[in-house]
């Protein structure tokens, strides 16, 4: 299900949130908003389930408003609260608030748990699940649903390490399983970019790119946006380049700079080699074998030319020019 925002303006009080010209949200795929903290990510999740209403502009889910089109919205919040009672009983809720018969609600149920690997605890008070526990049933919830529209606010937030990583491998195949089109919150980069095909990076209220996640990647607006996807902002003669994420390896190359090595890092299958080069601190990867720098060396590193975007923005004067990048 399509989802559209134009012209929307929202605010608390005084203080404004979003500012979103245009925004369309494709059918049949997933969708990252991706932030800072503060940036808007979840108001206009909430402007989507109709939650919210802007104080100008429309929001328009499936060619509806936004409010009047709640039955085709599941909404997974970032924080799982539950009523009391087990956890059947508060899965079956969302459901008969849906209108659906008894059978339909027990198969639904069923499959959602079982595919979110909480059908153990059904008959558990789902106020005594632990933390990534109630996330995993928060999620069985939206998707039992099998709404046009899913949206989740941080499905990964309460988990551990490890089952963050499991959530990681696995969410993929539910939002396929389960959902239509689906929109989620994540701050992380890296989230983003296993998760969803498209994205939408905020930037204090404002959308600064949308689209497909290769297009978004490869062609940042600027250089906050670049940053934001994890790029080495440099200063160069010409203005400022960003360097993509892995990008920088030792050695002379097309796109070239002088670090000043102050650590090494021992990561067993690698070497980190973290220095600065104008001003920035920047780490490089460092294959296994190769010649380890020591710290107060200074060493030859590069990126090639397709992992460099260049900007026309003037590299700041802080910069100082012998240690800026020299171009091949």
Do not use: W
Not at 4 to 10: D, K, L, P, Q
Not at 28 to 36: D, F, K, W, Y
Not at 149 to 162: H, K, M, N, V
Not at 262 to 271: G, I, Y
């Amino acid at each position: 299900m399509e989802a559209r925002i134009e012209g929307v303006r929202f605010a608390y009080g005084d203080r404004p949130v979003l500012d979103v010209p245009e925004l369309r949200i494709e059918a049949g795929r997933v969708t990252a908003l991706l932030g800072p903290n503060g940036s808007g990510k979840s108001t206009l999740l909430r402007l989507l389930a109709g939650l919210e209403r802007p104080r100008s502009g429309r929001v328009l889910v499936g060619g509806k408003p936004a409010p009047q089109a709640r039955s085709s919205v599941a909404y997974a919040f970032q924080e799982a609260v539950f009523l009391s009672g087990s956890l059947r009983a508060n899965l079956d809720l969302a459901l008969r608030l849906r209108g659906l018969a008894a059978d339909e609600r027990r198969s639904r149920l069923a499959e959602a748990a079982g595919a979110c690997g909480v059908a153990h605890l059904l008959d558990r008070p789902a106020n005594r699940l632990s933390g990534g526990e109630a996330q995993r049933a928060n999620l069985a919830r939206a998707l039992a649903l099998r709404a046009p529209l899913t949206l989740l606010d941080e499905p990964l937030a309460g988990f551990d390490e490890r089952g963050r990583g499991q959530m990681l491998e696995e969410l993929p195949a539910l939002l396929r399983r389960f959902a239509g089109t689906a929109v989620l919150v994540t701050h992380d980069r890296d989230e983003a970019l296993r998760l969803a095909a498209d994205l939408v990076l905020l930037r204090e209220g404002c959308v600064r790119a949308a689209g497909p996640k290769r297009e978004v990647f490869a062609s940042p607006p600027d250089p906050d946006t670049a940053e934001l996807l994890g790029y080495t902002i440099l200063g160069t003669d010409a203005g400022l380049a960003g360097i993509a994420p892995g990008g920088l390896r030792p050695g002379p190359g097309d796109f070239t700079l002088t670090l000043q090595v102050e650590e090494v890092v021992d990561l067993v299958t690698a070497a980190e080699v973290i220095g600065s080069s104008g001003g920035r601190r920047i780490a490089v990867r460092c294959p296994p074998g190769e010649p380890l720098p020591a710290p107060g060396e200074q060493v030859s590193v590069s990126a090639p030319t397709e992992m460099v975007v260049s900007f026309t923005v003037p590299a700041p004067e802080t910069v100082d020019r012998a240690s800026r990048a020299s171009v091949a």
